[in-house]
C-alpha cells in the first residue's frame, strides 16, 4: 500500500517561512513524479510545484515562484516544500501527491496523479 504523510502546517504571520513535509511509503519513490497542491475552502486543487523524474527538474507556479522551493530526500523518502515570504493568499490546506508513469503534460493537473497525502493546514495571518 502506498501511504503519503504530511506534516509542517501550522499558523504563521505574512512574510514568515514554514517548511513542509512528505513522508512517503509502498512505492519506490525515485521512480514515482511527486508534487504539492494546495486548496483553499471553495476553491478548486491548484498546482504549487513538482519534481519530474523523467528530467531531474523542478516546477513551480507562477504564484509561489521565487518564494517556494520544491526538493526531495531520497534516501528518507521524503518530499519538502521550504515556503518563505508568506502570504495570507497562501492559507489552504497542501497536499502532497505521486504518481508513476505520468506524461509530461499532466505534471501539472491533479487528474495525473495516482495517490494523495491526507492535507496539512497552512493558516498565513496576522
Known amino acids: 500500500q502506498v501511504h503519503l504523510v504530511e506534516s509542517g502546517g501550522g499558523l504563521v504571520q505574512p512574510g514568515g517561512s514554514l517548511t513542509l513535509s512528505c513522508a512517503a511509503s509502498g512505492l519506490t519513490f525515485t521512480r514515482y513524479a511527486v508534487a504539492w497542491f494546495r486548496q483553499a475552502p471553495g476553491k478548486e486543487r491548484e498546482f504549487v510545484a513538482v519534481?519530474?523524474?523523467?528530467?531531474?527538474?523542478?516546477f513551480t507556479s507562477d504564484s509561489v515562484k521565487g518564494r517556494f522551493t520544491i526538493t526531495t530526500d531520497n534516501a528518507k523518502n521524503t518530499l519538502i516544500l521550504r515556503m518563505n515570504s508568506l502570504k495570507p493568499e497562501d492559507t489552504a490546506t497542501y497536499y502532497c501527491a505521486a504518481a508513476s508513469g505520468i506524461i509530461q503534460s499532466q505534471l501539472r493537473s491533479h487528474s495525473g496523479y495516482h495517490y494523495w497525502g491526507q492535507g496539512t493546514q497552512v493558516t498565513v495571518s496576522s
Open positions: 519534481v519530474s523524474r523523467r528530467t531531474g527538474s523542478t
